[in-house]
Each structure stands twice: as structure tokens, then as C-alpha cells.
């Protein structure tokens, strides 16, 4: 019954509600990770269906990709795009090497599943860069191996450990 979706999708809430297949679930937070924006949570059910689970590095830009989610409270709503990009750096982001792809994120899809064209889920949804709050075209998912190492540590201890040794890189004159 563990479930992953976007730290700030789940930030602060009192009460949380999963719905699977018409099902509401009561879910509890596992832990949150607010640099990598990955939440985990808890439900309690049987026989639940489950997600098989791509690898991002094989990804390529111009591969095509899907996603689910419910924009703007458009319940069960596809889009599609391309990647873009991989290992891109946002501004004030050190621990994402994020996807860019152009699926259409709107408020709702956020914390959502980012699917090959095999079904797989490579990617969460994680933000859009936009200047007037609605989607433009450039979307960014947390890879799945990045957000199952974040998912890891906190079913494990609630939290994520980081390393930090104080360098950092920049080009030479």
C-alpha cells in the first residue's frame, strides 16, 4: 500500500484521501523530502494494482511519453509529449536531474505518473516553467530511480541523509 507522489502535492495537509478504481483509502504520510519533492504515503488495501517501473537512462529526447492525472479536477486525463531533455539542473535544485519533456502539466497532474511508451513509469511530474502560472510547453519529471533511492530512505527512516563536502564546480578564465 505504499504510494509515491510529490512532496508539496502533500505538504501540510491534515487529511489525505486516495482514490483507486472508484476506492477511498485513508493514506498517512511515510515521510516527505522536500529537495527532492518526493512524498510517500500509506494506505491499507489488498489486492491493489501496482505500476511496473521503467529505467530513465535508457530515455532519449524526442522519445514519446504519457502521463495521467487529474488537471484542473479533469478526473483520469492523458496527455502526451516528448523528452526534451535529461539531467537538467533547475535554478536552486541540486539533487534533480530532471526529465524535460513538453506533456502538458497543469495544476492536478502534479506528483503523477510519467509512462514510456512500454507502459512504464519513468518519471513523477514533478513542476512546469511558467510565467503565467498555466502549462507552456516545458514540463519536468523527477526520474523514477532517483525518486525510488528518496522512497527507499524514507519507508526506511522517515527521512533522506545527504552528503555535503562543500565543493563546488564553475568555469575557469
Request: glycine share 12%.
Amino acid at each position: 500500500g505504499y504510494i509515491m507522489t510529490c512532496a508539496h502535492v502533500v505538504s501540510g495537509a491534515s487529511n489525505i484521501t486516495v482514490t483507486i478504481d472508484s476506492k477511498d483509502y485513508t493514506a498517512t504520510v511515510v515521510g516527505e523530502d522536500d529537495e527532492s519533492d518526493i512524498a510517500v504515503l500509506k494506505i491499507d488495501g489488498h489486492g491493489l494494482p501496482t505500476v511496473s517501473l521503467g529505467n530513465p537512462s535508457l530515455l532519449k529526447p524526442g522519445e514519446w511519453v504519457v502521463t495521467i492525472g487529474s488537471p484542473f479536477g479533469f478526473d483520469n486525463s492523458v496527455t502526451a509529449g516528448i523528452v526534451s531533455a535529461k539531467g537538467r539542473q533547475l535554478p536552486g535544485d541540486a539533487y534533480v536531474p530532471f526529465i524535460q519533456t513538453d506533456v502538458a502539466i497543469n495544476p492536478g497532474n502534479s506528483g503523477g505518473p510519467l509512462f514510456n511508451l512500454d507502459g512504464q513509469v519513468v518519471g513523477i511530474n514533478s513542476q512546469i516553467y511558467s510565467r503565467s502560472g498555466g502549462f507552456m510547453g516545458i514540463s519536468f519529471a523527477i526520474p523514477i530511480d532517483v525518486a525510488m533511492q528518496v522512497a527507499d530512505q524514507l519507508k526506511a527512516h522517515g527521512r533522506v541523509s545527504r552528503a555535503v563536502i562543500g565543493v563546488s564546480v564553475q568555469e575557469l578564465s
